[in-house]
């Protein structure tokens, strides 16, 4: 089939696209990106900390709208938190050798899918089965 094979959903990908070992150079664009993803984490935490820290100050008795502020607050930093510890997790998976292969299935993960979330821990196929709760 002329490096070539369907996948998933049934489209034919090409073989740079399968999973094949990264390039070194690949790799370290891909380190790169997540080193500035924890970066940009951080300082997304450190904003909404101080944010929440000086509401906190001027508003002893917050209204409503202060009230569903704090809650966006709380819900941007629980996120930010996530994906930080996704994007910390995928740097010690690359130390230690063992970035880009799905946990579930222990398949290679696709270029394409590293290339969108470097920080993925799941095929495209195990991701969806997670998400559709099998």
Same mark, same amino acid.
């Given at each position: 089939?002329?490096?070539?094979?369907?996948?998933?959903?049934?489209?034919?990908?090409?073989?740079?696209?399968?999973?094949?070992?990264?390039?070194?150079?690949?790799?370290?664009?891909?380190?790169?990106?997540?080193?500035?993803?924890?970066?940009?984490?951080?300082?997304?935490?450190?904003?909404?900390?101080?944010?929440?820290?000086?509401?906190?100050?001027?508003?002893?008795?917050? /209204?409503?709208?202060?009230?569903?502020?704090?809650?966006?607050?709380?819900?941007?930093?629980?996120?930010?938190?996530?994906?930080?510890? /996704?994007?910390?997790?995928?740097?010690?998976?690359?130390?230690?050798?063992?970035?880009?292969?799905?946990?579930?299935?222990?398949?290679?993960?696709?270029?394409?899918?590293?290339?969108?979330?470097?920080?993925?821990?799941?095929?495209?196929?195990?991701?969806? /089965?997670?998400?559709?709760?099998?």
């Amino acid at each position: 089939m002329n490096d070539q094979i369907i996948d998933d959903h049934g489209t034919r990908t090409p073989a740079e696209d399968r999973g094949l070992p990264l390039s070194a150079v690949e790799l370290a664009a891909l380190r790169a990106d997540l080193h500035e993803q924890r970066l940009f984490r951080q300082e997304q935490l450190r904003q909404l900390s101080a944010a929440a820290a000086a509401t906190t100050r001027a508003d002893a008795l917050p /209204d409503r709208r202060a009230t569903a502020q704090i809650e966006v607050r709380v819900q941007l930093a629980a996120s930010a938190r996530m994906v930080l510890a /996704d994007v910390e997790d995928a740097l010690t998976r690359m130390d230690r050798g063992r970035y880009g292969t799905c946990h579930l299935c222990h398949e290679p993960l696709t270029r394409e899918r590293l290339l969108i979330v470097p920080q993925a821990r799941h095929c495209t196929r195990c991701q969806q /089965d997670r998400e559709a709760g099998r």
